[in-house]
């Protein structure tokens, strides 16, 4: 492992669809910090984060996970990585540890390993009666939950997540910020994107503002209290003034 | 009924063949409003195209007057009845995906709408639909008979009719009867079944019989034969109303469409209070869970072998899939108990398998390769998972042509049994009609969910005729191999043109 102390790196990143989604983007996210990207709809976060997993070719720019440059080495970077949508990704017509055993497979972790991985994830998410039911019955939080266990399985070292909470009551969603924070604590990075400001505010370490695919603000709640001339404002009046002024500008 | 009732049931009437039409226009535009006017274009010269072959068909017959001789009453009923048998089998497919696509249904079902009568009506629209493309399909072979044998022909549009009508009114009754006595969970997948065989059964249950009474494939034997004529009823049987309408009997047409009428009425009023219940509990079992195989060790292996193993887990677990691939095993029985009955005797109309065989790899092929290529329920998991793209395609092809081998062999091996050259050459076709088909759907690979997959065709027309025209290619090629081998070179470079124009014609990928 090299001594890169940054998880995430973009450098100049931009997407142009038919306008421009993500401009010249410049943020590092540091190793074992908890990273909220939060912004308007249409802002550009889901398109940086699916640059960033892969999913998309930027037109400019770079990518670095842990100092592995993500566009030329994309097999190295998404070996450290896990990214989980706001769409759970799994098959209906299997069942939660046959999904993570797939996972883990392509993952190539070895599967007495991930096996036990595999297991203790479901049950701390709740899962437990419904390890070997198929999930096209599951729920939409229950279809969460086990994307969430696949993107955990294979301990990656990085982990991005586009609005994980969406669809999961209050018990599923205290599970999932536990174990997430369990994560971070244990060294792992974790970027999320979330609508839901009180998660950002209570959860992490750092927070970023984007806005026409821009970073217009970045730091602790703290910070940008300070950078706003704020000194007890929610994070909701900061991310309200922010957006507006940046849309008045 | 009250006018306020009349003028919701009018409202939903027009509401569902609102949505009908759309359906339809997208499903001939791919989905893209701008090729509207070309769909359109296409269409008329399809049909007006459609008149060559229906001519080439049924032309002769236009001259056909009443009365007619028992063969060919019977020839002319088995003909109406597989037409009937293959609108049966559409309409079934399309109240089963009524019941489970769920669609609108939680939307009505939560209204203050009388349920009875709008279902009545989704029914009826059911019937018209199903209709509807009858009659579409049947015009030019109608136009054609009305050219050469006079206006009294058009009187067929009216059996159309009917049998589309009686059609939709038994897929109606035997859908809900199958979920009153299997439960939501079976009457899926039979349903599927009976859709894809029902249709298919009829014409191979003849060819068998031919295969078993005349040793020939053609099931006109059986229809033509004195046995068949000797057990048919008299000429003034209501069997032969069918027959009698076509040929231009108006009694016959309306008592045929006043019964189908009927049949449809008794069915909308007995089976539409149903139909909220069947909707109801084909819900709860979409709520229901179904189990997997219990706890078991995760297996090893490279993440290519993970995700083959994946792919057959899906594909084993496919309804679409096992209803199809019985059909094709099905399509496979009559040269089968050809080839059995041909043992003994090494008659050289043995050769008529290989064509069969290898058409039936390409279109399985097909099938498998959208399943697995396109078809991808996680396709971001699987593009961040860390191997490469070129890996994990090669992987999905991989399970495509171990399936077909897995399928075909079987039949390979008992013909090289009975004619080892025919089995080489008919491996030899099965390779290439597989391996184009795939080949086909992977350049026109699109990321879909795998429960679109009967919408597949609507991605790119292009892509399914090349892949129709490549599996009769190869099939073609085959059976001329064995029979003319010079004329197999030419046929065999020219389905080699197809596949090679469609990649030329196929989308650039990075």
């Known amino acids: 492992m090299n001594g890169e102390t940054s998880a995430l790196r973009l450098q100049g990143l931009t997407k142009r669809f038919d306008r421009l989604a993500v401009d010249a983007l410049d943020l590092t996210v540091h190793a074992g910090e908890f990273y909220a990207l939060v912004g308007p709809n249409g802002a550009g976060k889901t398109t940086t984060l699916r640059m960033v997993a892969g999913l998309l070719k930027p037109d400019a720019g770079a990518v670095a996970i842990f100092g592995i440059d993500a566009l030329c080495e994309p097999v190295a970077a998404k070996q450290v990585m896990a990214w989980v949508s706001d769409e759970p990704m799994i098959y209906d017509k299997l069942t939660p540890l046959e999904y993570l055993e797939f996972v883990a497979g392509l993952w190539g972790i070895a599967p007495k390993v991930s096996q036990a991985c595999a297991h203790e994830l479901l049950v701390s998410l709740g899962l437990e009666p419904h390890l070997n039911e198929r999930c096209e019955a599951f729920s939409k939080g229950m279809r969460q939950k086990v994307a969430l266990a696949g993107a955990l399985v294979h301990d990656p070292r990085l982990i991005i997540l586009d609005e994980p909470l969406t669809g999961l009551d209050a018990v599923s969603a205290r599970h999932v910020k536990g174990l997430l924070g369990d994560r971070v604590r244990a060294g792992c990075t974790v970027i999320m994107t979330t609508h839901i400001l009180e998660v950002a505010e209570r959860m992490a370490d750092r927070i970023g503002v984007i806005a026409s695919g821009r970073l217009v603000a970045e730091g602790t709640l703290a910070e940008l209290r300070q950078q706003n001339g704020h000194t007890d404002t929610s994070l909701e009046d900061l991310f309200i003034a922010l957006v507006d002024t940046k849309a008045a500008a | ?510």
């Open chain 2, 1 to 510: 009924m009250n006018s306020a009732t009349a003028l919701s049931l009018s409202w939903f009437a027009r509401h569902e063949l609102r949505l009908a039409w759309r359906e339809w226009l997208a499903m001939m535009t791919g989905g893209r409003r701008r090729r509207t006017r070309a769909a359109i274009i296409g269409l008329i010269m399809f049909a007006a195209i459609m008149h060559l072959p229906a001519w080439a068909v049924i032309g002769r017959f236009a001259t056909l007057q009443a009365p007619l001789d028992k063969s060919s009453l019977i020839v002319l009923s088995a003909t109406i009845f597989l037409a009937w048998a293959l609108m049966l089998s559409q309409a079934i497919e399309s109240v089963t995906r009524v019941f489970y696509a769920r669609a609108d249904l939680d939307l009505i079902m939560s209204s203050p709408a009388r349920l009875p009568n709008v279902f009545s009506i989704r029914i009826a629209s059911i019937a018209v639909s199903v209709t509807g493309m009858a009659l579409l399909l049947s015009t030019p072979f109608v136009n054609v008979l009305a050219f050469g044998g006079g206006v009294r022909w058009f009187s067929a549009f009216g059996v159309v009719v009917a049998v589309g009508l009686s059609a939709a009114a038994f897929a109606i009754a035997i859908t809900i009867v199958l979920f009153r006595l299997i439960g939501p969970a079976r009457t899926r997948l039979i349903a599927q079944i009976l859709a894809a065989v029902i249709g298919a059964g009829f014409v191979i249950a003849l060819q068998i019989a031919a295969v078993l009474s005349y040793g020939t494939l053609s099931r006109f034997a059986v229809l033509t034969s004195d046995a068949a004529a000797r057990v048919a009823p008299n000429g003034d049987s209501l069997v032969w109303w069918p027959a009698h309408a076509v040929l231009g009997d108006g009694e016959a047409l309306m008592l045929l469409l006043a019964s189908s009428l009927v049949l449809l009425g008794v069915v909308m009023t007995v089976f539409s209070p149903r139909f909220a219940d069947t909707a109801v509990t084909a819900a709860a079992y979409a709520a229901s869970s179904r189990k997997g195989n219990g706890a078991r060790s995760f297996r090893g292996g490279s993440r290519q072998a993970a995700l083959r193993r994946k792919e057959f887990w899906l594909l084993r677990r496919d309804p679409w899939l096992v209803s199809q691939t019985l059909m094709q095993l099905l399509y496979l029985v009559p040269p089968a108990v050809f080839l059995w009955r041909s043992f003994s005797d090494s008659s050289a109309a043995i050769v008529l398998i290989t064509p069969v065989i290898v058409m039936a790899a390409g279109q399985l092929a097909g099938g498998l390769a959208w399943l697995t290529i396109s078809g991808e329920d996680a396709a971001d998991l699987v593009a961040t998972a860390p191997l490469p793209p070129s890996r994990v395609i090669r992987a999905k092809i991989e399970v495509v042509l171990i399936s077909i081998g897995a399928i075909f062999a079987p039949m390979v091996a008992g013909l090289a049994l009975a004619a080892p050259p025919q089995a080489a050459v008919t491996t030899a076709g099965v390779m290439l009609a597989a391996g184009s088909a795939t080949a086909i759907q992977l350049w026109f690979r699109v990321q879909a969910k795998r429960s679109q997959f009967r919408r597949r065709q609507t991605s790119s027309r292009l892509a399914t005729f090349a892949e129709a025209f490549s599996s009769i290619g190869w099939a073609a090629t085959a059976a001329l191999a064995l029979a003319a081998p010079e004329a197999a070179v030419v046929s065999g470079l020219m389905t080699c043109a197809i596949v090679a124009a469609t990649w030329k014609f196929s989308p650039r990928r990075d």
